[in-house]
């Protein structure tokens, strides 16, 4: 039963912008949910990108503060990732996780390249 559907994903250049979407199943979408994205860049190993919280807190690494925005759109369960200013070590495939109730849910991914 897929339970994280992404969306958004592609080749982008240097400077440019890019959202990602992520359709989260009812079953695993609660007030306490943490809602995040994460990405796995080429030969690396999976990092913490942003994810909100609740009360709408927000937290972010360092590398994209500034210039990534975490949303989520309750109606439609759904949580965004707006890319501003991607650069070419954004390159990598994007997930969106959820965390439930101690459970950890995982997209498939979607890859982001971005070219200079």
């Known amino acids: 039963q897929v339970q994280l559907i992404e969306s958004g994903g592609g080749s982008v250049q240097a400077g440019g912008s890019l959202n990602l979407s992520c359709e989260v199943a009812?079953?695993?979408?609660?007030?306490?949910?943490?809602i995040g994205w994460y990405r796995q860049p080429p030969g690396k190993e999976r990092e913490f990108i942003a994810n909100?919280?609740?009360?709408?807190?927000?937290n972010y690494a360092t590398s994209v503060k500034g210039r990534f925005t975490i949303s989520v759109l309750i109606k439609k369960r759904t949580t965004k990732l707006q890319m501003n200013s991607v650069k070419p070590e954004d390159t990598a495939v994007y997930y969106c996780?959820?965390?439930?109730?101690?459970?950890?849910?995982w997209g498939e991914g979607t890859q982001v390249t971005v070219s200079s």
């Open positions: 909100i919280i609740s009360a709408g807190v927000t």
């Open positions: 009812e079953r695993i979408f609660h007030p306490i949910s943490i």
């Open positions: 996780n959820v965390l439930d109730n101690g459970d950890d849910y």
